[in-house]
């Protein structure tokens, strides 16, 4: 059971102009089930995106970044093409063929390169990738296009996922509103750096390229990668930002415009709560938990320390059993890799009540009022560090016995 | 159930002339159970020891460092005092009083100075420690001092473990053949940098200090510091090693004198054989894992690798399922903190059987044979890198239901 995530409400996701959506049941591994996504895009769009940094990054990655650093503006990218059941990863030569005759199978179907397209996959590693099944399956998808089709395009890319999950904004931009619309799939494996995670999101604002690229940076960081369900990190995952420029308006073009300001936030609001879906469906999750971390020297020790929190197994059990045994989250501190850290200067709070101060048992804790704040399904952690005025947040789940289940049972 | 790891044999646990220990019932925090222990020493004993590198370090580390740095050779360490249930960690002033405190009372029944006393506490972090309680406890475990009582020793500081552990060995040094027996606690927590893991390893050897003290390192750094339960640190870890002398031998004096080495390596055999049985006793642990990394830059980088495999959770979940899962194992490499390494040169073996060579699936691996690997109570994962000569080893275990059954529960 997800934490406080029901499926998405099909009529509150706004199809993007410029945007087309087909999903098919392709047999790739399993039977009665779409695992086959097209998204094709207008002429004209404009597409950036943020990889997994596993050094291990699987053959659909190494080929959608060398069809992005191939863009021109005459070739740009007209379609994605994902499929669930295999990663593709730790598949060789042979792996890389693979995303290669995909591209090249759909580029046919849609008459265009197969450089214009971006392969994703995910699913097993290590087991090679059934292109024949995927051929097969990609007239069926692309039969299946329309503009309404987010949430099949949320549920074709599930794996462990329990909900699919998929959100919508209208955003004002100067004079226009523009539509900001994603999907993504993850639910185990959540890591910062976009582990096993794909996300999708698509604007019809039209926005210079330099600035796509920026945003789509700009909101991983405050998304994707700052959530953590198990602190591993994937071979395959990606965060695409689509501009299609449908929409009638000035083109967005200085990184300093309000306008600029005010899409790119629309658009980091999403992939948030994508993100944050994400941790709420992690695998065998029971509580949401966000890790405030303020008063750091920088926003990059506050992540450190934040990040230490949310990865320590014995903090995450502590959760899940809703036992503030809340000394663990002070030993998950000291051990953040942060040179010269004070433990003598931090404070301790559970959401609003105070547990320790400067660094020791505040007298006036009660354990009472721990135990009440953990028993509720969302829970904030927040720690003073004393020694700044920087901040950051990270999310996560607990760590239950399902998370063990889910993984030990994961290829069966 | 613990992997492959019976109570040792009380027979088989050899006095360490010069050494004396007594444990007590002192209800500290449950009862009905020795949670308190004494372990004194012969004048003369040299004592080094290495503490967590957690920098949120319990009362008692901080108090046993003091005192081991004002070492002075006519003040040296006369005795150890262990207590189990409560860690005195996060515990501010008052706890560092209450380490102290502790010292005094059994430097009084001992007729000793407070500071030639080395306090360690082991249990639940952040609330006070009972202090009248271990005072009343003392006089108890002082007058059970006897040579012959490291089983006892070993029970007394047990916590989550179970199974006490304990090992013994003779080692010829030069003419003379010496003792070198140790105790150990620990099952979860356990980590690199000594995570809730308590070490006391004595010998009769005669060592001139400067060499205790490299002994003691070197020991670490080849035995606890390589294993893993949950990657997670403590605030309390102690490794400590006494030489006390009692031995009628040359004094050992030269760092490379065969001497100094074969006590150095009989102290390690020990403290290994220590570590390895924390892992065997890992929480919920059902299997017992070593993780080997070859043909390195150096002996950092192979560690490095070696860890990414042993703390992810995804991999130790695939061993408790016995699914030879595989490439979550070099998705584990690949998001290893190490520059430049190049997965495409990676070979993987499961014991005996060729997984994947230059970081691809090898063709003629078969699931069959990683299924039975991987149905085994003892599996090595072997790596090698193709990029250097440079080796590491290190162990851990899987991942399993009662690991998070054992650490919901624990303080109830």
Avoid at 135 to 147: E, S, T, Y
Wanted: net charge neutral; proline share 5%.
């Amino acid at each position: 059971m997800p934490v406080n995530l029901s499926p998405p409400d099909p009529g509150s996701l706004l199809p993007v102009p410029g945007v087309a959506l087909g999903a098919a049941e392709a047999g790739i591994r399993k039977p009665d089930r779409r695992d086959l996504l097209v998204v094709r895009l207008d002429e004209g769009a404009r597409v950036a995106a943020v990889f997994t940094k596993n050094r291990f990054c699987a053959a659909p990655v190494v080929v959608a970044r060398q069809h992005l650093t191939m863009l021109d503006p005459d070739a740009a990218i007209r379609a994605l093409v994902v499929n669930t059941g295999y990663a593709n990863a730790g598949t060789g030569k042979a792996g890389v063929a693979a995303a290669r005759q995909t591209c090249a199978e759909l580029a046919r179907l849609l008459g265009c390169a197969a450089g214009q397209i971006l392969p994703f996959s995910t699913g097993v590693i290590m087991e090679p990738l059934p292109v024949d099944r995927i051929a097969a399956g990609l007239p069926r998808c692309v039969a299946d296009l329309r503009g309404d089709n987010w949430l099949a395009a949320a549920r074709a890319i599930m794996t462990t996922d329990t909900v699919p999950k998929a959100v919508s904004r209208r955003v004002t931009v100067g004079e226009s509103e523009v539509i900001v619309t994603g999907v993504a799939k993850g639910a185990g494996m959540i890591h910062p750096n976009m582990a096993t995670m794909l996300g999708f999101v698509a604007t019809d604002a039209r926005v210079a390229l330099p600035l796509v690229r920026k945003a789509v940076t700009h909101a991983a960081d405050r998304s994707f990668n700052c959530v953590t369900v198990d602190g591993d990190t994937s071979t395959n995952d990606a965060f695409v930002l689509i501009a299609t420029g449908a929409r009638k308006m000035p083109e967005i073009d200085g990184e300093r415009s309000p306008e600029y300001v005010a899409w790119r936030d629309g658009v980091t609001a999403v992939a948030r709560e994508l993100a944050h879906a994400i941790v709420r469906d992690g695998e065998g999750a029971t509580k949401f938990i966000t890790v405030r971390v303020e008063g750091g020297r920088g926003a990059d020790e506050c992540r450190k320390v934040a990040f230490a929190v949310a990865h320590s197994p014995l903090v995450k059990t502590a959760f899940f059993a809703s036992d503030p045994n809340l000394g663990r989250i002070l030993a998950a501190v000291g051990h953040a890799d942060v040179a010269d850290l004070n433990v003598d200067l931090i404070d301790l709070y559970l959401d609003d009540v105070l547990v320790a101060a400067k660094g020791a048992l505040h007298p006036g804790y009660r354990e009472a009022d721990g135990q009440r704040v953990m028993k509720a399904s969302e829970v904030t952690v927040r720690l003073v560090l004393n020694r700044g005025t920087a901040s950051d947040t990270v999310w996560t789940c607990d760590l239950s016995h399902d998370y063990v289940s889910i993984n030990a049972d994961y290829r069966s």
